[in-house]
């Protein structure tokens, strides 16, 4: 069979790189011809230990083989305590200058300016080596290396949050996590922990909904949106001040995966997204997204259109304020070490270039606190920002000293400030004159109070908000997302109590899922009228690009099938011949294929193998376009698929394929898959 991607030592070749190499000095430092130890000293034999005699004993004497087995002992870290999975990406972002206006800092405001970024994705419940495709939100973390300092974009691909307060995140995390007893489930929110905490804590309701639609199940990295949350505040020349949210638009639009996909890709494929990021770049596939602001004024009250910017489990509506391009982002290397570069970035709210002031958001106030913090058990001492990945691409002139794994040889005796004793050779603080960082004067007064602003207390409007500005068959798909993860619950309270907050958010949706569960849907207060906001709908008419998505061909490697990869490939769209066996031109057997790995299938052949029946009633069942070449209606007949049902295409070419894909789905084929009314 024919590798699916160039071999590791083509994808690893530096020459052929497309950004700046920002790791020039450390990457691929292991060099010379011979085995070493970690000194140094050239290796006869790694495969024997020394013994007194080929039958032992082993000899304590064997430096190397106690160096060799120390340091694998000591090979993991800790994992983090959320966000654990997740996989990376080098890019560049190039500025429009569209935020000139807005900001001073140089990396968004300056026309045509490009930025090395480093990006991480994620999961947030699940440990390192759970799966990809689980229903959670997901990080989209990026890490700017400006001149003027590193810039962290800590965001999800959710705009909202399910708190409002830092100081809720480890109650939350503790019930969203496995349950402490016997660590399970991994991975997920359809267990009694998550489903008691959220339904009495109901600022959660918002994001909850939104973790239940298609945002939690995406089809890849590629196809999510990502949001900073909160709300900012930037700051221009003039130190005029605007508020912002931060939008990251894929260029490919925003799709998920169908559910029952998700669970099959868990176990075919537990590192579905991951794959894709890595193959994607590899075969030059990138992956793009516009970096998009929304723009308020800075009133004193930090609210407008009476929704408080403070508050994270609320949206700015885009009708309300339109998203504004300033810049685009290229993911376009993949890093070489998982380890050095994935594992080790440590991204920080803090990180912050002039330009870009955080506020008083009390969910963002904690996150201030807690990334630094949670990088000095991870990563093992305050010296983590020396590590390669997190080295800034600025000077750093910090006066730091010492600390757990310094790898700095500093040199003068006045590491202080003032002093008279460094010279040349000792920083000196800078104004903003100098490009420093100087926060903006803002008056702070209060009573020391534990509490919320009144405006925090509305938890229902948004979350009805959203939920009916969605298409009806995203609807269908939270009442079902809903309905699994109660029905995953063991207490019958927890239950019979979300359906009471549901109750307050939309009877349509609580009567549905009450039925699921077999519970009489309760009477609640949803809000009267809400108006909603068509840019949070996924399924609408509009026909999106195709980079990325795979076509299934079952049948053999032949002349049409070429030509359709030709023609399919022009629009990065990658064409796989699944063939009973192995041979050239083939990338799948009938015996490795599985329907979740393609976007659209065509069956070309006849043949009655029972797997090729299952992949294709699995395509139908997603909803996926299907075409069918010569013989091929024999095996649709074989899995009982009508020929005549929507989006099954006949004898389809380059073109009505792309048109099929540029949908996502057949979604006109969702009545057929409904049970008929008894
Ligand atoms: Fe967080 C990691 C996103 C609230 C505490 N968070 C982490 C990552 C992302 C987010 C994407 C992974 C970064 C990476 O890839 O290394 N977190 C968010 C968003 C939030 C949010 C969008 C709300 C708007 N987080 C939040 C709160 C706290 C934390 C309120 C603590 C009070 N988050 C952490 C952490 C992590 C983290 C414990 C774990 C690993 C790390 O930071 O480096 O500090």
């Known amino acids: 069979m024919e590798p699916t991607v160039p071999s590791p030592k083509v994808k690893q070749d530096a020459e052929s790189s497309p950004v700046k190499e920002s790791l020039a000095t450390v990457r691929g430092l292991q060099t010379g011809d011979h085995l070493t130890s970690g000194q140094g000293v050239r290796l006869p034999d790694t495969d024997h230990s020394l013994k007194a005699g080929p039958r032992g004993p082993a000899l304590l004497e064997d430096f190397h083989l106690r160096e060799k087995i120390t340091h694998f002992d000591h090979e993991r870290i800790p994992e ?22 807005v900001t001073k800092a140089p990396f968004l405001a300056e026309k045509d300016r490009e930025t090395e970024v480093f990006v991480r994705f994620s999961t947030v419940l699940g440990s390192r080596g759970s799966a990809d495709t689980v229903r959670d939100t997901r990080g989209f973390a990026t890490k700017f290396y400006t001149p003027e300092g590193t810039f962290d974009l800590v965001g999800n691909n959710m705009p909202v949050f399910f708190i409002q307060d830092a100081i809720k995140f480890p109650d939350l995390i503790h019930a969203a996590k496995w349950h402490p007893d016997r660590e399970i489930p991994q991975a997920q929110t359809a267990h009694d922990t998550f489903w008691d905490f959220v339904s009495l804590h109901t600022e959660a309701t918002h994001h909850v909904m939104w973790a239940m639609s ?16 909160h709300t900012f505040r930037l700051v221009n020349a003039e130190n005029e001040t605007v508020l912002v949210k931060f939008h990251w638009k894929p260029v490919a639009g925003v799709h998920s995966q169908a559910w029952e996909e998700t669970q099959i890709t868990g176990g075919v494929d537990p590192d ?6 890595a193959d994607s770049i590899d075969a030059g596939l990138f992956y793009e997204y516009e970096l998009g602001i929304q723009v308020m004024p800075d009133s004193g009250d930090e609210t407008f259109e009476g929704i408080d910017l403070l508050d994270a489990t609320k949206i700015v509506p885009e009708e309300l304020a339109p998203v504004q391009p300033i810049g685009k982002l290229v993911l376009n290397r993949n890093p070489d070490n998982f380890h050095a570069e994935t594992e080790q970035i440590a991204f920080h709210m803090g990180n912050l270039v002039p330009g870009i002031e955080v506020t008083n958001d009390p969910l963002l106030q904690g996150r201030l606190f807690s990334y630094l913090d949670t990088q000095l058990s991870r990563l093992g ?8 990945i997190n080295r800034p691409h600025a000077p750093v002139n910090d006066n730091f ?12 005796i006045a590491p202080y400030l003032p002093n008279s004793l460094a010279g040349e050779e000792g920083p000196v603080p800078a104004g903003p004159e100098k490009g420093g960082y100087v926060h ?27 939920y009916a500005s969605l298409s009806p068959i995203e609807q269908d798909h939270i009442a079902e997302a809903f309905t699994f993860e109660l029905s995953k619950c063991y207490e019958q309270a927890i239950r019979v109590r979300m359906l009471s907050v549901l109750a307050n958010v939309n009877s349509e949706l609580t009567a549905k899922v009450a039925a699921g569960l ?5 009477e609640g207060k949803p809000p009267v009228t809400v108006t909603p906001s068509p840019a949070l709908a996924q399924i609408t008419d509009r026909v999106w690009p195709i980079a990325g998505r795979v076509v299934g061909i079952i049948g053999t490697p032949d002349k049409q099938a070429e030509a359709l990869q030709k023609a399919l490939k022009a629009q990065g769209v990658v064409v796989r011949v699944i063939a009973p066996v192995g041979g050239p031109g083939v990338e799948r057997t009938f015996q490795t294929a599985r329907s979740v790995e393609f976007d659209a ?18 395509a139908f069942r997603h909803l996926k376009p299907i075409g069918v070449w010569g013989k091929g209606e024999q095996l649709l007949a074989n899995a009982g698929i009508d020929l005549k049902a929507p989006g099954i295409l006949p004898d389809p070419d380059a073109e009505t394929l792309a048109a099929a894909l540029g949908r996502h789905r057949v979604w006109e084929r969702v009545p057929l898959l409904k049970p008929a009314a008894s």
């Not at 077999?518 to 309760?522: D, F, M, T, Y």
């Open 440 to 466: 903006l004067p803002k008056p702070v007064l209060g009573d020391k109070v534990r509490a919320n602003p009144v405006s925090f207390a509305d938890h229902y409007t948004q979350a009805a908000l959203f």
């Open 401 to 412: 000293r010492d600390g757990l794994h310094q790898s700095v040889v500093h040199r003068g």
């Open 80 to 101: 983090r305590v959320v966000h654990a999975r997740g996989s990376g990406a080098y890019g560049t972002f190039t500025s429009y200058g569209t935020a000139a206006s």
């Open 518 to 522: 077999g519970l009489p849907a309760p």
């Open 381 to 388: 001492g305050p010296n983590f920002t020396q590590l390669p």
């Open 272 to 277: 579905f997204h991951r794959r894709d990021l």
């Open 214 to 229: 298609d945002r939690g199940i995406p089809r890849s990295y590629r196809t999510m949106e990502g949001f900073g949350v």
């Open 601 to 618: 299938v065509i069956a070309a052949t006849a043949t009655t193998d029972l797997q090729m029946t299952v992949l294709l009633q699995e």
